[in-house]
């Protein structure tokens, strides 16, 4: 089987016997959860798409290393073009759903680990490269989603990680056996790691010889023995239960965190990818962190083109839609929201072959990719939230919308142009909600702060790839500066 439909997707996810905690208590079926299920809807839209002829560029590919067609998730990246229709096709994907989509993360870990093992192995004589290789077979061959788990807790940050006081707060081996290894740690704010088949798991920051027990890179089943998920909370993630889609703003689609404790966890042999070579785990770092910094160029992007079109839509429903200020700020979240799609596409196009062969996008590019989302989608939806107007907050209920005797009078004041509905007006501001302030907005908003690594990790980058020292040259040439 090459490719999954969404439904058998879900059905595979369905039969796995993950161990997920959630208000305290077990949840046994995290499918049918109704406060789970939105953000397993995101993720099942990157398989309903890859089965649709229009997509099928976009959403699929011919994998150079089975022959067959696989999802584009699922790819090793072979040019610069490859790097292009990743960006496109997740801003297909924010455009469908108006959530994470989760699935980027494994596609980002795959292209990282590919490069970085062929580069550990020619320097050490290991393994590791064909134990990914074989993994990334095994994932295309049967279209799984696996999630990539990089952010230890970290415990106290001026610390290493040899040097905390509690030695789990990095992922760490504990025990090298014959067959394999056992780690223990856990890794933060795991996006879409309950609707993963796999995980991918690898160290968090460069490392030094001390830590080289926290030099660790494999890949395991999400139901494997000693893997616990405790669910992040979302701002308004009870409403999903209330039995209101109106009020939810989008009830189909959403995202998903969780804390994933790996508690004495077996990785045997063949699953491995870094096992102690620490001078290596930078690496890994720098370029996971670069391809994810490229996705947000593409995810954030149609996300705001699903906001822009909300907010030009309760211009239309206030009777707002013709004032100048209204259309200049229309235009502003536009320009801003296509300026990160610039980025997107430019790091993308002035990628580069590893010595793996498999495409890197330019670094510095993509950071400064990131750097703005962790501005930009601020401003996005500020003006949304301008040109939505209060009621955004402080609309009714649909309960009191349905209800006989409130409900007519809700319809009457809460009216906007004649010939729209008082629920179509109410059906997109709640939409807006949902994105700048509600489950959508850990998405939207602080995943575009922290995702992919927080606005000062991108600012390194920045410093470390900007080559002051050839721009300083430039000046000195031109004002005949000799020393
Ligand atoms: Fe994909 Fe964006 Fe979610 Fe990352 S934040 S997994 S790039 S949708
Ligand atoms: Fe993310």
């Known amino acids: 089987m090459a490719l999954m439909t969404g439904e058998q997707y879900i059905e595979s996810i369905r039969k796995m016997k993950m161990n997920v905690y959630m208000f305290g208590k077990k949840v046994d079926c995290p499918v049918d959860d109704p406060i789970l299920r939105p953000s397993l809807n995101s993720v099942r839209m990157t398989y309903d798409l890859a089965q649709m002829p229009e997509y099928e560029d976009l959403m699929t590919v011919i994998s150079p290393y089975t022959g067959k067609r696989i999802n584009r998730f ?3 990246h072979q040019s ?3 790097l292009i229709k990743k960006v496109k096709m997740q801003r297909l994907l924010g455009q469908k759903t108006a959530a994470c989509f989760q699935r980027c993360v494994g596609m980002d870990a795959f292209n990282a680990v590919f490069s970085t093992t062929f580069e550990t192995d020619k320097a050490h004589g290991t393994h590791y490269h064909e134990n990914f290789k074989k993994f990334m077979m095994y994932v295309q061959d049967n279209d799984l989603t696996v999630d990539g788990a990089m952010t230890d807790p970290k415990g106290d940050r001026s610390k290493a ?5 509690d030695p789990d707060l990095f992922l760490h081996i504990v025990e090298r056996r014959a067959d394999g290894i056992v780690v223990r740690g856990a890794k933060a704010h795991q996006t879409g790691v309950l609707n993963s088949h796999e995980v991918i798991v690898m160290p968090t920051i460069s490392m030094g010889p001390e830590d080289s027990d926290y030099a660790v890179s494999f890949a395991v089943p999400m139901d494997t023995p000693g893997i ?10 009870t409403r999903k239960m209330e039995g209101s889609e109106m009020d939810v703003g989008n009830s189909e689609f959403g995202g998903v965190e969780a804390l994933t404790i790996f ?3 077996f990785v045997p042999n063949d699953r491995i990818f870094l096992c102690g070579e620490s001078e290596f785990a930078g690496m890994m770092v720098e370029r996971f962190a670069g391809y994810h910094r490229q996705s947000y ?3 954030k992007v149609g996300v705001g083109d699903v906001l822009i079109g909300a907010a030009a839509v309760a211009a239309d429903y206030n009777g707002a839609a013709k004032a100048s200020h209204v259309k200049d700020k229309l235009i502003e979240m536009t320009h801003l929201n296509e300026t990160l799609y610039c980025c997107g596409i430019a790091c993308s196009a002035e990628g580069h072959p590893t010595e793996s062969g498999n495409y890197m996008i330019d670094l510095l590019l993509a950071n400064v990719c990131k750097q703005n989302v962790t501005r930009f989608p601020y401003e996005i939806v500020r003006l949304a939230e301008d040109i939505a107007g209060g ?3 402080t609309a009714p209920s649909e309960a009191d919308f349905r209800d006989p005797t409130l409900g007519p009078v809700i319809e009457k004041y809460l009216k906007g142009v004649s010939g729209v509905s ?3 007006r109410l059906r997109i501001l709640r939409l807006i909600e949902n994105l700048s302030l509600g489950t959508a907005a850990v998405g939207y908003r602080t995943e575009s702060m922290h995702g992919a690594g927080s606005p000062q990790a991108q600012r390194i980058m920045i410093a470390r790839q900007g080559n002051l020292a050839m721009k300083k040259e430039l000046a000195k040439n031109l004002a005949h500066i000799k020393e």
Do not use: F
């Open 80 to 82: 610069t073009g490859d």
């Open 74 to 76: 699922t790819h090793i």
């Open 422 to 424: 008082t629920e179509n």
């Open 263 to 265: 508690d004495n966890v």
């Open 391 to 393: 009621l955004m907050v």
């Open 228 to 237: 616990t998920m405790i669910i992040g909370r979302q701002s308004c993630d």
């Open 161 to 165: 990680p040899h040097a905390q006081e």
């Open 297 to 299: 160029g593409g995810c």
